[in-house]
T-cell receptor
């Protein structure tokens, strides 16, 4: 059974304090791994797609990386506006249309 | 600006009522999805559709049905609402040509069943 586990569940950072979120997954074959950001009371917003081990994607202070078993979302020198819940999802090769989401990591960045 | 619009942000219904959640997208996307989101459980797929009048069961379809009569509209129906269907419901869409995983979500409909 496909599984996606995110850690930690919650993370509190000081502004400028870099950190990493983890997404570990077990799938029969990976078609893609996706990161989303979700603000309170809003729907998730797509951030990145990663397809193969060793791939990296960057956007402003966020950088996503992928290995064969996990992905990391690195937040460099975060600002309060980076506060959100970050969701990881995987799409298996034998699972058309069925993204498997993790429970998310809630990030709070304080000034 | 691309958009997925859910008709109701907040609903309160009684047990046994029939509930309709409407979703409209203006991006001419082939694929549309309904998820529910619960604390600690993440997003779980209820139903999805890859074409007009087509529907496929997701991971938790029990107690729900869907309708897609037009490309831009995807409706979720709770035939007889129950308290365990209290949740945040999220509609999403994506382009055709295979499922990319890059979904566009609406703002959600928070349903409370009393």
């Amino acid at each position: 059974e496909d599984q996606v586990t995110q850690s930690p569940e919650a993370l509190r950072l000081q502004e400028g304090e870099s950190s990493s979120l983890n997404c570990s997954y077990t799938v029969s074959g990976l078609r893609g791994l996706f990161w989303y950001r979700q603000d309170p009371g809003k729907g998730p917003e797509f951030l990145f797609t990663l397809y193969s081990a060793g791939e990296e994607k960057e956007k402003e202070r966020l950088k996503a990386t992928l290995t064969k078993k996990e992905s990391f979302l690195h937040i460099t020198a975060p600002k309060p506006e980076d506060s959100a819940t970050y969701l990881c999802a995987v799409l298996a090769t034998d699972s058309w249309g069925k993204l498997q989401f993790g429970a998310g990591t809630q990030v709070v960045v304080t000034p | 600006d691309v958009k997925v619009t859910q008709s109701s942000r907040y609903l309160v219904k009684r047990t046994g009522e029939k509930v309709f959640l409407e979703c409209v997208q203006d991006m001419d996307h082939e694929n549309m999805f309904w998820y529910r989101q619960d604390p600690g459980l993440g997003l779980r797929l209820i139903y999805f559709s890859y074409d007009v009048k087509m529907k496929e069961k997701g991971d938790i379809p029990e107690g729900y049905s869907v309708s897609r009569e037009k490309k831009e509209r995807f409706s979720l129906i709770l035939e007889s609402a129950s308290t365990n269907q209290t949740s945040m419901y999220l509609c999403a869409s994506s382009p055709g040509g295979g499922h990319t995983g890059e979904l566009f979500f609406g703002e959600g409909s928070r349903l409370t069943v009393l």
